[in-house]
């Protein structure tokens, strides 16, 4: 697995391990300050120092691991940190699965390694419709609005194109927007999260963001992880949205994180910063997840009031053992 030190990695690695899998994680960097922890939280991953942009050291991970299953979920994810820094995105993000899908081939496990991409639905971009009134499908329009987007759509359709030529077992999983209390606090979502608790204890007195109006398809992280490992059970390699099917604002999440500590008047609370403000904003991300509920059986067990809910708790509960 790539990303172990990610949100999707810790629920991924915890998942894997109650199959019965033995988890190799790829980490980077010798001096990695996520390494002791990882390992601490995740004893039984069995870390591997390598980095997505260096193809030896993605050989030998493949060498040392031998694996049934690859999960490539490593990536520069922030989609405002990619408008800062394109050119390390497309290497990491972009590239890097190129050298993901070529390690396995060059192993001589193409033929019996099966391989996850982490696709996004900012491929989407949140414009062109192709079925107007639904949400995304797996055969919707791409038109991505960042360079997290554009890079992510290279690595969706070099793996497609591995999968073809080359007859690999390779599943793109086009996941919409998935949070949790694992998520980084760069992320909008866990932003307010943490804020809206530290406020709650007096530890903070407002929230800085960028515009409230842009609307997504907010899931459960835990939820969406088992979609992963569900799309390599499945016969067949194949594309897979997963999603909720419903949208909510920025707005409508802070508005229930703070009903959450029981704060109704909250505008006051929120101050706008020009600094987070992007040079071109997806308006709606919406999907379309029949396709994987019909052919995988895959369910969601968190809605976006429990999502909010189930954040919002873990963050204040957080701040206040910072406190003892």
């Not at 909510?248 to 802070?254: C, D, G, K, T």
Request: hydrophobic share 35%.
């Amino acid at each position: 697995m790539t990303g172990i030190t990610g949100q999707d990695g810790g629920h991924l690695a915890e998942l894997l391990h109650r199959e019965g899998y033995r988890v190799f994680g790829l980490i980077r960097g010798q001096n990695n300050p996520r390494k002791a922890s990882t390992q601490q939280q995740y004893p039984y991953v069995t870390l591997i120092e390598g980095d997505l942009t260096d193809f030896a050291s993605l050989m030998r991970a493949i060498e040392i691991s031998s694996p049934d299953e690859v999960y490539n979920l490593g990536a520069v994810s922030h989609v405002g940190y990619s408008f800062r820094n394109p050119v390390l995105t497309a290497e990491v993000t972009g590239k890097g699965v190129l050298n993901v899908l070529e390690a396995v081939r060059m192993s001589g496990l193409a033929e019996t390694t099966r391989v996850y991409q982490a696709s996004t639905s900012e491929m989407f971009g949140g414009l062109d419709y192709n079925r107007p009134g639904a949400g995304y499908a797996e055969d919707s329009l791409f038109h991505p609005r960042s360079p997290y987007g554009v890079a992510k759509l290279y690595g969706h359709w070099i793996a497609k194109n591995y999968r073809e030529s080359y007859g690999m077992f390779v599943s793109c999983g086009i996941l919409f927007n998935h949070e949790g209390e694992r998520r980084g606090p760069e992320f909008v979502t866990r932003k307010i999260t943490q804020s809206v608790a530290r406020i709650s204890l007096g530890l903070q007195d407002h929230i800085e963001l960028g515009d409230l109006w842009p609307k997504r398809d907010w899931g459960y992280a835990g939820d969406y992880v088992r979609g992963m490992w569900q799309m390599l059970q499945h016969n067949e390699a194949d594309d897979f949205v997963l999603a909720s099917g419903t949208t909510h604002s920025v707005e409508e999440f802070l508005e229930r994180a703070f009903l959450e500590v029981g704060i109704t008047d909250w505008r006051p609370l929120v101050k706008q910063n020009p600094d987070f403000l992007r040079p071109a904003e997806v308006d709606v991300l919406l999907g379309d997840p029949s396709k994987a509920e019909t052919v995988l059986g895959w369910r969601r067990d968190v809605d976006f009031p429990g999502l909010v809910s189930l954040m919002v708790k873990h963050d204040v509960t957080e701040q206040k053992s910072l406190l003892l």
